[in-house]
Antibody, heavy 120, light 107 residues
C-alpha cells in the first residue's frame, strides 16, 4: 500500500527553524517528482516547492525562496523540507505530495499532513 | 504567475442534483488542469487529471471539460459523500497554482 507519512511539525518561534520529513513506502520513490503543499486550516491550498526524481532540479514558490530548502534521500525513501527564518505566515498544515508522470502531472497521492505553527 | 479563478466559492445542492464548478485560467493551459476534492480534516484527493480524465477509482458521476481558458467540473448526480471543497490546479508552469476552492454543502 502506498504511504506518505509526514513528521517534524510543531511550534517554532519567529525566525526559528524546523525540518519536515516525509517517509514513503509502497512505491519506487526514486522514480517520482515530489512536492510540498501547505494549507492554513479553513483556507486554500498553496504549492510550496518541488524536486525532481534525482534531486537535480528544484523549484520554489516566491514566498519561501531563500528560506526553505527541499531535498530528498532516495536511499531512505524520504523527502525533506528545511524551513529557516520562519514567519507567522508560514503557519499551516504541510502536505507531502507525489506527482504522477501522466499528462498534466497530477498530484495523485498526499500524506496526512503535519501542522507547523510559528508563534512567540 | 498563472491565476486560477474558481466559481462559485460555495454552493448548496440536494442529493441527485447536477452540480457544475468552473475554473478560469489567466492563460491557456494545454489541458494542464487537475481537479481535487477535500473533505474537512482530510488530505485532498485527485478526481480528474488533464482536464477531462477520470482518476482510477473515482465514480463516473464526476467529469471534466475544457473550453479555451475555462474548465468545468461536473457532478452528474450529487451524492451525500460529495460534500467538501473542490479545487482546480494548473500544472502548466511554476508556480503551480490552485483555484480558491468551491465549498459544496448537501441540503
Amino acid at each position: 500500500e502506498l504511504q506518505l507519512v509526514e513528521s517534524g511539525g510543531g511550534l517554532a518561534q519567529p525566525g526559528g527553524s524546523l525540518r519536515l520529513s516525509c517517509a514513503s513506502s509502497g512505491f519506487t520513490f526514486s522514480s517520482y517528482w515530489m512536492h510540498w503543499v501547505r494549507q492554513v486550516p479553513g483556507k486554500g491550498l498553496v504549492w510550496v516547492a518541488r524536486i525532481n526524481s534525482d534531486g537535480s532540479s528544484i523549484t520554489y514558490a516566491d514566498s519561501v525562496k531563500g528560506r526553505f530548502t527541499i531535498s530528498r534521500d532516495n536511499a531512505k525513501n524520504t523527502l525533506y523540507l528545511q524551513m529557516n527564518s520562519l514567519r507567522a505566515e508560514d503557519t499551516a498544515i504541510y502536505y507531502c505530495v507525489r506527482e504522477d508522470s501522466k499528462h498534466a502531472f497530477p498530484f495523485d497521492d498526499w500524506g496526512q499532513g503535519t501542522q507547523v505553527t510559528v508563534s512567540s | 504567475d498563472i491565476q486560477m479563478t474558481q466559481s462559485p466559492s460555495s454552493l448548496s445542492a440536494s442529493v441527485g442534483d447536477r452540480v457544475t464548478i468552473t475554473c478560469r485560467a489567466s492563460q491557456r493551459l494545454a489541458s494542464y488542469l487537475n481537479w481535487y476534492h477535500q473533505k474537512p480534516g482530510r488530505a485532498p484527493k485527485l478526481l480528474i487529471y488533464a482536464a477531462s480524465n477520470l482518476q482510477s477509482g473515482v465514480p463516473s458521476r464526476f467529469s471534466g471539460s475544457e473550453s479555451g481558458t475555462d474548465f468545468t467540473l461536473t457532478i452528474s448526480s450529487l451524492q451525500p459523500e460529495d460534500y467538501g471543497t473542490y479545487y482546480c490546479q494548473q500544472t502548466y508552469g511554476p508556480p503551480l497554482t490552485f483555484g480558491g476552492g468551491t465549498r459544496v454543502e448537501i441540503k
